[in-house]
């Protein structure tokens, strides 16, 4: 059974710092691009950043780039997204993914609620 368990969302005061970590198992991790998503209240999903299998390319939002990095650890079947310079417009519920191109599989976490506020 494949599970990704997202964790180290909370809430977090605006220029604040946040580092979401996913782990995943049940899968060959090292086959499977991995991203970020984030869903805010009434607003539909959207794409954060993005890895691929070997870390060697990464696309990032334009919202959230330089200031949010995503980065994997194949040894540990992690993917992390350190997240700086936070802003209330970052409040969001992240989802982690796992998605394997060359079958069309995709897997998702629960989620971890992120609030940036005063």
């Known amino acids: 059974q494949v599970q990704l368990a997202e964790s180290g969302g909370g809430l977090v005061q605006p220029g604040g710092s946040l580092r979401l970590s996913c782990v995943a198992s049940?899968?060959?991790?090292?086959?499977?691009?991995m991203s970020w998503y984030r869903q805010a209240p009434g607003k539909e999903r959207e794409l954060v950043a993005t890895?691929?299998?070997?870390?060697?390319?990464?696309d990032n939002a334009d919202s959230v780039k330089g200031r949010f990095t995503i980065t994997r650890d194949n040894t540990e079947n992690a993917v992390y997204l350190q997240m700086d310079s936070l802003n209330p417009e970052d409040t969001a519920v992240y989802y982690c993914?796992?998605?394997?191109?060359?079958?069309?599989?995709?897997?998702w976490g629960q989620g971890t609620q992120v609030t940036v506020s005063s």
């Open positions: 993914s796992a998605n394997q191109h060359w079958s069309g599989t995709t897997y």
């Open positions: 049940g899968l060959i991790f090292s086959s499977y691009h």
């Open positions: 890895i691929s299998t070997t870390g060697g390319s990464i």
